[in-house]
């Protein structure tokens, strides 16, 4: 099955990120001098501007902080059936993240629902980020 | 010590081209359409001109060089911002900073686009810019499948639903405003009235913005003259002077579809992150207060962005907003008009300079069956924190 995917571009500081995401782990980017975690990944410490950054595992786990269902037929042959949702999830951590509500769980889908993170590899490039009810 | 840029330039003449729905004519030809009314309301010659500011470019617009080339301009100062509607402001802006120093005499603002011919670039596989590594400019996220501005103004309004227990219905009277609007201006797009079973009972865009809740996809142009307050004065028309500006605000607590404090993005969440407190530059440049405004016009892309704006300059209170809007506040006649020509919901899109020229008109008294009455000062502002306010007293 083939599945067409629009563009997909990552930043040379995001490489370890995803790398994780296609080993099944979350993994944020922190700075050692001041202890904060950061998204999207950045080259430096958004806070102290240090220019060190360490990739910790992160719990997994948030709350739905804002989420959209997509109604227009935006991107012909999407391997996404129509209405389809995506979320932006606050994790414990702090950073907020996007992915899409496992969509076997949608009538949980609220602002605030407590959630955890899972990956579903779709293609040897693209992983994707997958939030189910905690 | 900085310039003093009070009632030191001036908005002189404006034109434009009809507005409509697949257009024959290229942008460039509505372009002169709208420049020749521009200096035919001004009285300028086109030899007058010697500044071009521009932020709707190619392939939506026109740039600046085809533009100096095909109208025959010669200009020594020239300002023309990345593709996005979000820099009207400062393409005004910098006109106005242009001629204040002398590196410019007049400035023509120009903006002619067909949204409809280039539809495919603001969503979908067509959408370049969409695709930006960590997320598009409006917070497109196309490999999940959230694209167009519109997906990005849709996350800020589920949230505030949420959160402030806003609804759809509240909502509509946003662009039933902005609809009655329309329907005293002859040249909007927009005819019918929009009642809220129609608003309610449209197709759904991405949840929750609705059909109407959407601007329109058009074509058109307009012209604006910027000079400096003193030429303005010996020209045709009564002058409409800048009086106070502030720029946009950028930074991890700022989403461009959202008002600070909302908690999109990496925004900061409470009252420390949504306080005006950087909101005031533009009324302390002008020398008045927000009770002065009496015409607030928005960057009205989605409805949730005339919301977010009454928000952030401190017109009603963080999560106050959809009920403020209720029973008439934002319709002429109501406690604060605003978009009064109709907006890029019901007139055009013509990046927001629809709405610039109605001001004009306003403050000039030329605005017919929509004048505000004892017109002084009108403010534009954005949910992204940019604004200037506008005068007809020197």
Known sequence: MTIRTPLFRKSPESLPFWQAAQEGRLVLPFCPKCDQPHLPVGPVCPFCFSDLIIFKESSGKGKVSSFTVVHKQWFPDFYRPLPYNVVQVELTEGPRLMGIFEEKDIADLTVGANVEVGFKILTPELTLIVFSPE | ????????????????????????????????????????????????????????????????????????????????????????????????????????????????????????????????????????????????????????????????????????????????????????????????????????????????????DCCLVSDGAIVTLVTTADRARDLRQKPVYISGMQGIRSGRNEFIFAPPGLGIQQQGVGPEFSNPVFNNDVYEMANISRNDIQGLYTYDAFSPLVLFVLERFGFCATGEAARWVQNGAIELGGKLPMNTSGGLLSEAHVGGWNSISEMVRQLRGQADGRQISSCNHLQWATCWGDSFILGNQA
């Open chain 2, 1 to 212: 010590m900085t310039l003093k840029l009070r009632n030191q330039t001036a908005i002189v003449g404006i034109g434009s081209s009809t507005f409509g729905r697949g257009l024959e004519e290229s942008q460039l030809k509505l372009g002169s359409i709208a420049l020749a009314e521009a200096l035919r309301d001004s009285g300028l010659k086109r030899s007058d001109i010697d500044g071009i500011s521009i932020h709707m470019g190619w392939p939506l617009g026109i740039d600046y060089d085809r533009a100096a080339e095909a109208y025959g301009l010669n200009t020594r100062w020239v300002y023309q911002s990345w593709l996005h509607g979000r820099f009207v402001t400062s393409a005004l802006q910098a006109a106005s900073m242009a001629v204040a120093c002398g590196m410019a005499s007049v400035v023509a603002c120009i903006t002619a686009v067909s949204f409809t011919r280039e539809r495919h670039i603001l969503g979908g596989p067509g959408d370049l810019e969409g695709c930006r590594e960590d997320g598009g400019s409006h917070g497109e996220v196309p490999y999940l499948g959230l694209t167009a501005p519109a997906g990005g103004a849709a996350l800020s309004m589920q949230r505030y639903m949420s959160l402030y227990g806003a609804t759809s219905e509240q909502l509509a009277a946003v662009p039933i405003a902005f609809r009655k609007h329309a329907c005293l201006n002859p040249k909007a797009l927009m005819q019918e009235p929009l009642t809220l079973d129609s608003h309610q009972s449209a197709r759904m865009v991405v949840d929750p913005l609705r059909l109407y």
